[in-house]
């Protein structure tokens, strides 16, 4: 791993991840997963799937709350608030000129509606691949526990989709049940 980091460095990088994470959330964690563990070597990607499941525990923008937790684990306190800065920088310019094209733009104009639909498809790439990523290195091997594991994540989608259940239930029992998980693994010589 490489441990020589320069707020240069830092500020690059995050800035790097900040223009290429469209569509935010998931969509942002390959991007984080080729700069900092594959280009930088400053993070295993278990680390860095730990620090993105910490960003998206507490409130605000996963993408900044990422870069203030990665930076501060760089370069300290100075280096959370230049990552949280510069990974949002990227966006602050991008609507800063869309704002300011805005009415030079008739409205409904096709070529505006193609490039969204364009970025809303490629986003949609991104959170499958790093869906795909992150069940490729978490799900238990061999098939039948894999089907079980991919059968529970189905019934769970489709549970949130059509009940009423609120969020903050789903995730205090994602946690209860992901911490059993753990438990039962650990006493069953590993998951």
Not at 11 to 25: M, P
Not at 37 to 60: C, I, K
Not at 97 to 104: E, L, S, T
Not at 176 to 181: E, I, N, P, Q
């Amino acid at each position: 791993m490489e441990r020589i980091v320069t707020y240069r460095a830092v500020a690059w990088s995050f800035f790097r991840v900040g223009a290429g994470a469209f569509g935010g959330g998931w969509a942002s964690l390959p991007v984080f997963a080729a700069e900092l563990a594959g280009r930088r070597g400053w993070f295993e990607e278990g680390e860095l799937a730990e620090m993105f499941a910490l960003a998206q525990s507490v409130p605000g923008v996963i993408l900044v709350n990422f870069a203030v937790l990665a930076g501060g684990r760089l370069k300290g306190k100075p280096g959370a608030v230049l990552a949280g800065t510069m990974a949002a920088m990227p966006a602050f310019l991008l609507i800063l000129g869309v704002a300011a094209a805005y009415g030079c733009v008739p409205a409904g104009n096709a070529w505006v509606r193609r490039v969204l639909l364009g970025l809303q498809t490629g986003v949609v790439a991104l959170i499958a691949s790093a869906g795909v990523n992150l069940a490729r290195r978490n799900v238990p091997r061999g098939w039948k526990r894999a089907a079980a594991w991919g059968a529970a994540v189905a019934a769970v989608a489709v549970a949130m989709l059509w009940t009423e259940v609120p969020l903050w239930a789903w995730l205090v029992g994602g946690a209860l049940g992901g911490a059993a998980w753990e438990g039962i693994g650990k006493k069953g010589g590993g998951a």
